[in-house]
T-cell receptor, first 113, second 114 residues
């Protein structure tokens, strides 16, 4: 019940296209859902995060869509660029009582020029 | 710099040796985490420190692994009698209370056991 399942494992998208990465969770107590971006040789960095009181959050070309009833959330990257090529991790936690992030397995995204 | 600093960035050692990995968190961040990331894999939680509270060691894979945090700041992860399966990138993160999010990561120490 503590797992976060992420798909796909890898993704190739043409420049200018939309990249979509999906995550599903089981624990309905989760109330914080971040996405982290990791470039080779670097640590993960927070990209965007959402709380379950909203169904969508947009920051520039990056959007999180959240479906509470389905227990799913996804990252959409619009107008994908070669510089977006990285590994993306979704995660979940319970903000008020639990410090641990439960991490997805990661998606390696390649944007082809 | 204002980020999480880890040293060394790379460490190569022989099987059976002990290694120490260092993490210097962001100033003012009371929470500190250690993770392990194997090649092409996700993040495996190892240990969590919060202020002066007892650390959560639930993720440490064996008693060869230990960690300290001195003065609520710098942390050292020690691996004794290293094995080849310990080869991985060890990542440190820190965060600010009260929400403990987001976590800010260092660039990790790449550990290779020969």
């Amino acid at each position: 019940q503590q797992q976060v399942k992420q798909s796909p494992q890898s993704l190739i998208v043409q420049k200018g296209g939309i990249s979509i990465i999906n995550c599903a969770y089981e624990n309905t107590a989760f109330d914080y859902f971040p996405w982290y971006q990791q470039f080779p040789g670097k640590g993960p960095a927070l990209l965007i995060a959402i709380r379950p009181d909203v169904s969508e959050k947009k920051e520039g070309r990056f959007t999180i869509s959240f479906n509470k009833s389905a227990k799913q959330f996804s990252l959409h990257i619009m107008d994908s660029q070669p510089g977006d090529s990285a590994t993306y991790f979704c995660a979940a936690s319970i903000m008020d009582s639990n410090y641990q992030l439960i991490w997805g397995a990661g998606t390696k995204l390649i944007i082809k020029p | 710099g204002a980020g999480v600093s880890q040293s060394p960035s790379n460490k190569v050692t022989e099987k059976g040796k002990d290694v120490e990995l260092r993490c210097d968190p962001i100033s003012g961040h009371t929470a500190l985490y250690w993770y392990r990331q194997s090649l092409g894999q996700g993040l495996e939680f190892l240990i969590y420190f919060q202020g002066n509270s007892a650390p959560d060691k639930s993720g440490l894979p064996s008693d060869r692994f230990s960690a300290e945090r001195t003065g609520g700041s710098v942390s050292t992860l020690t691996i004794q009698r290293t094995q080849q399966e310990d080869s991985a990138v060890y990542l440190c993160a820190s965060s600010r209370r009260p929400l403990n999010q987001p976590q800010h990561f260092g660039d990790g120490t790449r550990l290779s056991i020969l």
